[in-house]
């Protein structure tokens, strides 16, 4: 717990200097613990945007001074991540009652929506991420910064040191190895080694 909460303050001791890879891992925090809680409460369209939202309001508190004990970070961004989804409920009763379906045949939620989906959904994305964490490290920077963060390649080679054939051939080989990571004979195998 204490190596927990001094990571905390460490976080936010960066996002407070301006340092980004505070944010950083504010982010995947975020990601990682705040996704489950918005995916099961709030349209799919809206996850992004509301985590979006969360990871502002929790940087605008910290630079702001508001967070009074840093190591406390993560139920401050479990407090503002409740408040936004009960912001988001309320906003959508308030479209229900105060918006009159035309035609008058209630709309009905698309199959990619429903509960099963976001489960499907949520389960891939836990895939995808296990996958990653399997990767070299810089094999996975480059495929989040890329695919995640959509950096330009430019920017990526120019902060990772990396020429365009270097960049092209790594990131080639990191989502060869992906694949071969995500294919379940590999996960057979590599459960038996």
Known sequence: MVDTCAHWADVVAKIRSGDDAGMQDLYVALSEGSYAGLIRNVDVQS????????????????RGGELRDPRRLMG??????????????????????????????????????????????????????????????????????????????????????????QFRLYKSRAIARCFDLARPTARAESRGA
């Open 76 to 165: 401050f961004v479990r407090t503002v991540t409740r408040r936004r989804v009960a912001a988001h409920i309320r906003s959508a009763v308030f479209q229900r009652r105060h918006f009159v379906v035309a035609g008058g045949v209630e709309p009905a939620a698309p199959f990619d929506q429903s509960p099963e989906a976001r489960v499907a959904q949520h389960e891939r994305l836990a895939g995808a991420m296990q996958v990653l964490r399997r990767l070299r490290a810089r094999d996975r920077e480059i495929l989040e910064r890329f695919y995640l963060w959509e950096q330009p390649p430019a920017q990526i080679c120019s902060e990772m040191r990396l020429t365009a054939t």
């Open 47 to 62: 996850v992004e945007d509301r985590l979006h939202e969360i990871l502002v309001i929790v940087i605008e508190a910290i």
